[in-house]
């Protein structure tokens, strides 16, 4: 399958992508279809070949924040749409997909910090419910609580001053397990360490909590 990109540029430009695969071609807006299924038809050897290439590669690629790459969010996988534009970076959920929109020529680096924010401000919307939720039901009280990006832990909890952190990479898993983190580092403002006592409230509060801790650890990293 070619992508073909309609551009106001001077020449063709066409491009494999390492990450998926898949061809673009950049054409300027003079050119007709037929001249486009041309080149694409003299070039055919030369795309297979690197499809070939890039397919033989054995580890994973990594991330390009390309068109048609697959990215996780909350439990589903969605197929990147990129859009270059002027403008403020954003992206937008789909039903079956994530439109990035970003500055032309952005760098892998900006990409991924655009997409990063977005996890960030889907997480930023959803924890005040989680909280306001369980405070009642827990009697705790949350006096603040952050997102960042840790390597080894999914939350951790300050009993001192009520201050919950939360992992960034809770985005890319379901709801359920954001939510267990939150009841998980609310339950240690009852109970500081991960003892029988915890346990017990943990199976009192969230009887599937096993489960949500499961998936978390076999989850894939951002
Ligand atoms: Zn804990």
Redesign the pocket.
């Known amino acids: 399958m070619v992508e073909v990109v309609r551009k106001s540029i001077k020449s063709l430009r066409l491009v494999v992508y390492r990450a998926t695969g898949k061809v673009r071609i950049a054409v300027p807006l003079r050119v007709s279809e037929a001249e486009v299924r041309q080149v694409v038809t003299a070039r055919l050897d030369w795309i297979r070949q690197q499809q070939d290439k890039f397919a033989l590669q054995v580890k994973p690629a990594p991330l390009e924040y390309v068109t048609g790459e697959v990215h996780p969010f909350q439990g589903r996988h969605y197929h990147l749409n990129v859009i270059e534009q002027i403008g403020t970076p954003r992206v937008i959920l789909h039903e079956d997909h994530l439109e990035m929109r970003v500055r032309p020529n952005s760098e892998l680096a900006q990409r991924a910090a655009v997409l990063a924010a977005w996890y960030r401000a889907q997480l930023q919307a959803q924890i005040p419910a989680l909280i306001a939720h369980w405070q009642p039901i827990m009697g705790v009280q949350v006096a603040e609580w952050r997102i960042k990006h840790m390597k080894t832990k999914w939350?951790t909890?300050n009993t001192r001053v009520h201050r919950i952190w939360l992992n960034l990479e809770l985005a890319i898993f379901p709801l359920a397990c954001l939510e267990y983190v939150v009841v998980?580092?609310m339950t240690?403002l009852l109970e500081p360490s991960?003892n029988a006592r915890f346990k017990a409230l943990m199976d009192q509060f969230m009887p599937l909590w096993r489960e949500y801790k499961k998936e978390l650890n076999k989850g894939v990293r951002m």
């Open positions: 939350g909890c998980h580092e240690h991960h």
